[in-house]
């Protein structure tokens, strides 16, 4: 009976071992390219772009986490951060309004804007504007990538 507790703590030592080689080797392969399961650490900015004198509220949340609701003055930002899923489906969603209107739109959607999509991000920066959010696109540095509100 000795040598099966033996044994099992042996297992578990060398797994321990093992995923620490791997977290420390990670840690140090920076310059490797990532893999379709790493999860870097994402900031979604938003920005209140409706001009003078219109004050931006939201309500920010996912399935997980639900930021409260706060406003942003024009021309402000406000920004979250979080870990996307390493399976997939991570979604925030926002509720946005000012004066007599109101609007959703999901800020950040894994499929969409996941690291090395077309228009992917790890710091995805959007600009609320009247007609719609849009998203700065890191290949021509303006805030081209246009999305209609949700339905």
């Given at each position: 009976m000795g040598s099966l507790l033996e044994l099992a703590a042996l297992l578990i030592i060398t797994t321990m071992c093992v995923n620490v080689v791997l977290i420390c080797g990670a840690q140090n392969a920076r310059r490797v390219p990532t893999t379709g399961f790493d999860n870097p650490r994402t900031t979604v900015f938003i920005h209140n772009d409706l001009g003078c004198p219109s004050l931006l509220w939201h309500h920010c949340k996912s399935k997980n986490d639900d930021f409260g609701v706060s406003t942003i003055p024009p021309n402000g930002t406000w920004s979250?951060?979080?870990?996307?899923?390493?399976?997939?489906?991570?979604?925030?969603?926002?509720?946005?309004g000012w004066e007599?209107?109101?609007?959703?739109?999901?800020?950040?959607?894994?499929?969409?804007?996941?690291?090395?999509?077309?228009?992917?991000?790890?710091?995805?920066?959007?600009?609320?504007?009247?007609?719609?959010?849009?998203?700065?696109?890191?290949?021509?540095?303006?805030?081209?990538?246009?999305?209609?509100?949700?339905?």
């Open positions: 979250f951060d979080f870990k996307p899923s390493i399976f997939g489906g991570t979604l925030f969603f926002c509720s946005f007599h209107e109101m609007h959703y739109f999901d800020i950040y959607k894994q499929s969409r804007d996941r690291e090395f999509a077309k228009f992917g991000c790890t710091n995805c920066h959007w600009k609320i504007q009247k007609n719609g959010p849009c998203k700065l696109n890191k290949d021509t540095n303006m805030y081209d990538v246009c999305h209609p509100w949700n339905s």
